[in-house]
């Protein structure tokens, strides 16, 4: 009798330690799986909003996959995107008259080329009011808009910012600056952490001093040597190893 009391006990006992073990083995368990996702969830901030770098790892991919929701390459995380006035209406040629649609913009023929080899996305930034058709009207709303600092509303972008690390962002100067549209979009988005590449074309002022602008409206992003091209030789034969190496020296 003595003997059973103390063999109850004995496995009492040990059927006890054996629950502490699992339970305790549960807990480490649960400690580091919660560990492991707050980790990867911080890298995943990070990946989106602070890497410079365009190699995405596997960590930086796995975690814009989990925020995105949707499988996606390095190659995604790059994103150009532009404003060219002249693609989204044009005058027939022949009839001086008829708005044309579709005709390509030297910065849209730009932003195409770059594009084309660095992959990723391309979304158009296209104000919600259109600017005239005539030349010099168009030139007095810009100017009226430079004057008064305006901040022009734009459409929805087709894509979402914040799932880029690597932007390219092209536009043609207007009145030695930048369209008062982009000074709303650089208004609108917070680029801490990213890496801006900046593009221009212009009728002779080059960069007029724009990326030294975009960089001091965007503090926390990279903003990288830009390339300003001549709006006349934008369909130039040679524009396309232009833009090449210059995208290889950056
Ligand atoms: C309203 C307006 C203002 C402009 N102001 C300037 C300027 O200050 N300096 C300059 O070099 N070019 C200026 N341009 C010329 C454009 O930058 C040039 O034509 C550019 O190639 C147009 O790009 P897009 O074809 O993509 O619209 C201006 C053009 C427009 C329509």
């Known amino acids: 009798m003595k003997a059973k ?8 006992l040990a059927m006890l ?10 807990n480490e368990s649960s400690t580091s799986g919660e560990t492991t996702s707050a980790v990867q969830s ?26 995105q929701g949707n499988s996606s390459s390095s190659e995604s995380k790059n994103l150009v995107v532009y404003f060219s006035a002249s693609n989204t209406k044009d005058v027939d040629a022949v009839t001086g008259a008829t708005p044309v649609q579709g005709r390509v913009g030297t910065v849209e023929h730009i932003a195409e080329i770059i594009h084309n080899q660095v992959g990723g996305d391309i979304a158009k930034i296209v104000p919600s009011k259109d600017y005239s058709l005539d030349y010099n009207t168009c030139a007095d709303e810009a ?13 929805p972008l087709s894509v979402n910012i ?13 009145w030695y600056t930048l369209p008062m549209v982009m000074y709303t979009f650089f208004d609108t988005y917070d680029f801490s952490g990213k890496t801006i590449i900046p593009f221009n074309t212009h009728a002779g002022s080059g960069d007029g001093g724009t990326y030294q ?7 926390g992003a990279t903003v990288k040597d830009g390339l300003a091209i001549s709006g006349n030789s934008a369909f130039d034969s040679s524009t396309e190893e232009t833009v090449k190496s210059w995208l290889a020296g950056l």
């Open 213 to 219: 602008t975009i960089k001091e409206f965007e503090p």
């Open 42 to 67: 911080s890298t995943g901030e990070k990946s989106i909003s602070a890497s410079e770098s365009n190699e995405g790892s596997t960590e930086e991919k796995s975690a814009e996959t989990s925020v």
């Open 17 to 26: 330690t054996s629950l502490a073990a699992c339970s305790g083995a549960g």
């Open 143 to 155: 100017k009226a808009e430079t004057d008064s600092d305006a901040r022009p509303q734009f459409e």
């Open 5 to 12: 009391r103390i063999t109850a006990i004995m496995l009492t």
């Open 162 to 174: 914040k799932d880029y690390d690597t932007i390219y962002v092209g536009y043609p100067m207007w």
